[in-house]
């Protein structure tokens, strides 16, 4: 039963991302569902739960939906719509409430699969990925890619992480730096890592090339 729905919903999440080019299409949702999977079986948690999480997790997500509420509803009237019994459908939709960065000020995840699958969201935002990620979701926004006069924001609230001026590389002080420190898995942190260095080592030669240096 389990993977006929989880087949359902992945054809559910692809029409409803087919079409979105902001770096959270649906192949995000594919690369963090493979994350998912890889985290839960390292730490023991629930494979359905991980799973079904990572696929709908942008359903909810304001950016795609237009408001958080209207896309935690959603979620829950598609697993209701499938006949998902209501403590997986309260635990799957706990799980994608708490995930959003939100400018930094997201709570801490209460069970172990929570942990994995915003690990695995967490990792898609970090790395070679990341970096594409972030400079198509800049452009999409219409934000430039850089701009020294435009500084890196310390503190902000969701509001201000959503609508104030950045710039793409801004958005890897403002955000993905930070990540690293904030996964919740060992096997998560170990693949942070290695992720996080490719961000740093790419901001370096991003600056001298800026600089006209190399």
């Not at 898995?185 to 996080?196: N, V, W």
């Amino acid at each position: 039963m389990s993977n006929s729905i989880i087949e359902k919903t992945e054809e559910f999440v692809r029409e409803k991302l087919k079409d979105e080019s902001s770096g959270h299409d649906w192949y995000h949702i594919y690369r963090v569902t493979k994350l998912a999977e890889t985290i839960a079986e390292h730490e023991g948690a629930d494979r359905f739960i991980c799973v079904m999480a990572a696929l709908l997790h942008d359903i909810a997500d304001e950016k795609i939906a237009g408001t958080e509420e209207e896309g935690l509803k959603e979620v829950k009237l598609w697993l209701e719509s499938i006949a998902l019994e209501s403590k997986y459908i309260d635990h799957i939709v706990s799980i994608i409430s708490t995930m959003s960065f939100k400018g930094g000020n997201q709570s801490p995840m209460q069970t172990i699969e929570g942990k994995v699958v915003q690990d695995a969201d967490r990792l898609d935002a970090i790395g070679a990925i990341g970096i594409g990620r972030t400079f198509a979701y800049s452009g999409a926004k219409g934000q430039l890619m850089y701009d020294p006069n435009i500084p890196v924001r310390e503190k902000m609230t969701k509001d201000q992480y959503r609508n104030e001026k950045s710039t793409a590389v801004n958005h890897f002080y403002e955000k993905l730096l930070k990540l690293k420190d904030k996964m919740n898995t060992e096997i998560g942190k170990k693949m942070a890592d290695e992720r996080h260095a490719f961000l740093e080592k790419f901001l370096e030669q991003f600056f001298e090339e800026w600089e006209g240096k190399r």
